[in-house]
């Protein structure tokens, strides 16, 4: 799909991974429609890269209102036409930390309606109108190695992403058969604004760091494959070993069939005795 990737649009777009990605597809041609609620650091972006000769629109959107991301999707089909990739990428990281008890919920809840329900409402929004043009476009959900491996202090991130994981599997199922193709997009720990500063909750970060770039490249070589798991980081595999051996050691083994029993060991046969004793009268 990269010769053909025309059109897209990024959520998140204003910085991190969002802001590569839109750079990325910019470079390649493509028009782009970025989308974020910080309004201005969005439209300076968005300038820069025009200056660089990009064709991108910046769309200041509060993607947790579904009026807002409906007017976003008419937008994008107005001003791109046909679109080849959707990046469902906004997210926050919200209070880590703190364990469960003492995150204030309100905060919580905040975390899902950007990392959960805002990726709800662009699919909805996106997918419908994707599948009436019935042309190949690939749809990229933005989740977490946090989708997977939860350390302390991080359960309204993780509980997020692990939904959205959720979320982009169930798509995937859906549109089997069909001209859209479902990815997620599993970061490590990325150096963006998101995380500068911060320490890992023990337990919840990775031993690697990769720029956004490097995921933007990840993403890039990912279109029109029928990949679905998109991994950054080179710790990725030991992480995930890790957490699916811990998964096996819990898991509570039926005895085997007697079809499954290993074969039994072979008894001694008379022949066999014989020359065992021959053999050892021998040596005397």
């Known amino acids: 799909m990269h010769s053909q990737t025309r059109a897209a649009v990024v959520t998140g777009a204003a910085s991190g991974i969002g802001l590569a990605l839109s750079a990325r597809f ?10 974020d609620v ?8 968005a300038a820069e890269l025009t200056a660089q000769g990009a064709r991108v629109t910046a769309v200041t959107a509060d993607l947790t209102d579904p009026d807002a991301v ?7 089909f107005d001003r791109l036409g046909d679109i080849d990739v959707v ?15 003492e995150v204030p919920l309100e905060r919580m809840r905040q975390v899902f309606e950007v990392n959960h329900w805002a990726h709800v409402l662009v699919a909805r929004a996106f997918v419908p109108r994707l599948l009436e043009r019935g042309r190949p476009a690939h ?16 359960a309204a991130y993780a509980a997020s ?3 959205d994981l959720a979320v982009a599997r169930s798509l995937r199922a859906d549109l089997r058969g069909t001209a859209v193709r479902v990815s997620v997009l599993c970061p490590g720990r990325v150096d963006t604004p998101m995380v500068e500063g911060l320490t890992a909750p023990r337990g919840a970060g990775g031993d690697t760091s990769v720029s956004a770039e ?19 980081n080179s710790d990725a595999p030991l992480r995930l070993r890790d ?15 007697p079809e499954e029993e290993l074969w039994p060991v072979p008894k001694t046969t008379t022949a066999t005795t014989a020359t065992t004793a021959t053999t050892a009268t021998t040596k005397h």
Request: hydrophobic residues 45%.
């Open 26 to 35: 910019a470079r390649a041609g493509a028009g782009v429609v970025m989308a």
């Open 38 to 45: 910080e309004g201005g650091a969005l439209h300076r972006k």
């Open 70 to 76: 409906e007017r976003l999707a008419e937008t994008a």
């Open 87 to 101: 990046c469902n990428n906004a997210g926050v990281l919200g209070p880590v930390g703190q364990p469960l008890w």
């Open 139 to 154: 749809l990229i959900h933005t989740a977490s190695m946090s989708a997977f491996v939860v350390g302390a202090g991080s």
């Open 161 to 163: 992403k692990h939904a």
């Open 214 to 232: 490097d995921v933007a490249g990840v993403v890039w070589e990912a279109l029109g494959s029928d990949r679905f798991y998109l991994f950054s």
């Open 243 to 257: 957490q699916f051996d811990d998964v096996w050691r819990h898991v509570p083994l039926p005895p085997p069939s």
